[in-house]
């Protein structure tokens, strides 16, 4: 019986730790909403300069982290330049 009870205290526990954590953690959230602007951020190109997320304000853009690794790289990038293609046609109605 006490052995249950001790199981029982615990999971209780873990379950309201767990509750705080998660409404604390929502609360300090820094994440982007959707639609909304997302964080500033600098990142090496692959030029070997340093950009920024703010570089960019006003433009239309994509972010895609790929690493060089994947095999379907070569076709993500063949779609994102379709796709480049097509948003520079439509820029010139």
Not at 58 to 77: A, D, S, Y
Request: hydrophobic share 50%.
């Amino acid at each position: 019986m006490l052995r249950k009870l001790v199981r029982v205290t615990i999971i209780v526990l873990i379950g309201v730790a767990f509750i705080y954590m998660a409404i604390n953690l929502a609360e300090k959230s820094t994440a982007a909403e959707v639609g909304g602007p997302a964080p500033d951020f600098t990142l090496e190109n692959m030029d070997g300069n340093m950009v920024s997320l703010t570089d960019y304000r006003g433009e239309f853009v994509i972010l895609n982290f790929l690493h060089p690794g994947v095999l379907h790289v070569g076709r993500k990038l063949l779609n994102f330049n379709r796709l480049k293609k097509s948003m520079e046609i439509r820029q010139n109605f």
